[in-house]
């Protein structure tokens, strides 16, 4: 009897173990669920999340390429709308030279002093006779003999078919007599006007006079940019 009264307290204990035993395992059982459950989420999460920003990456990259494209042809089309502009604006401006460039005409052709020269331009072409009187001033700062700026004019003839007579001319044109200091003279002249920026060429024919003269003949507004608006066209 005193066996069996201590024997059911040993199956109550050991029925109660066997219970917390089996809970043990089930709460780990699903500790570890919970667990994988939890990383298996997160892994996904993650993962979508990189993917996410994989596109916003390539998103934005595609609209900064397209704005960076934007932005050059807008940068093309300002270009060329000043050039334009430029270009506009040089056939508003007058042929003149300013006081830098009449000294480097002086200094390119003092040289050749005392050259004799003379100047004209076209009556009632204003534009042209302000462009001489800088020319003859240069000359005459150089040391050569320059005469006073004068007019020339032309008639028109009438009746004649069309393409018989020739246009107007423009630039500046530089005759000079056949001796060769005045030939030199002129060439010298055409070489440094030039290169300021306007649109000079010697004339077709030589003059058979015995004197030793330079005509330059300043004629009507060129076509397009003159002086630095043209050689900084040309640095473009």
């Given at each position: ?6 024997m059911k307290?040993l ?10 035993g ?9 500790l ?13 999460a993650?993962?979508?999340?990189d ?10 990259k ?21 050039l334009e502009?430029?270009?506009?604006q ?80 423009t ?13 030199r ?38 076509d ?13």
């Open positions: 009897m005193l066996i069996m009264a201590l307290p199956e109550w204990w050991s029925g109660w173990a066997d219970f917390f089996v809970s043990a395992v089930i709460l780990g059982g699903i570890v669920l919970v667990t994988l459950l939890g990383w298996t989420f997160s892994w996904k993650g993962k979508l999340k993917e996410a920003l994989k596109r916003y990456q390539v998103e934005a595609q609209s900064i390429a397209e704005a960076n494209k934007a932005t050059s042809i807008a940068n093309q089309q300002a270009a060329a709308a000043n502009l430029a270009r506009l040089g056939k508003m401006v007058p042929r003149r030279l300013t006081k830098e460039q009449q000294e480097r005409l002086a200094s390119g052709v003092s040289s050749l002093a005392p050259q004799l020269a003379s100047v004209w331009y076209g009556a009632g072409d204003k534009e042209s006779e302000n462009f001489s009187w800088d020319i003859a001033s240069a000359l005459n700062a150089a040391g050569w003999r320059v005469f006073s700026p004068a007019s020339t004019a032309a008639l028109a003839q009438g009746g004649k078919p069309f393409g018989s007579i020739p246009r107007l001319q630039g500046v044109i530089v005759g000079s007599n056949k001796d060769e200091p005045s030939m003279a002129a060439d010298t002249f055409v070489r440094e006007l030039s290169a300021l920026g306007f649109d000079t060429r010697k004339a077709a024919k030589i003059g058979n006079g015995s004197e030793p003269v330079v005509v330059v003949s300043v004629q009507a507004w060129p397009g940019t003159q002086g630095e608006l043209k050689l900084n066209a040309v640095g473009r």
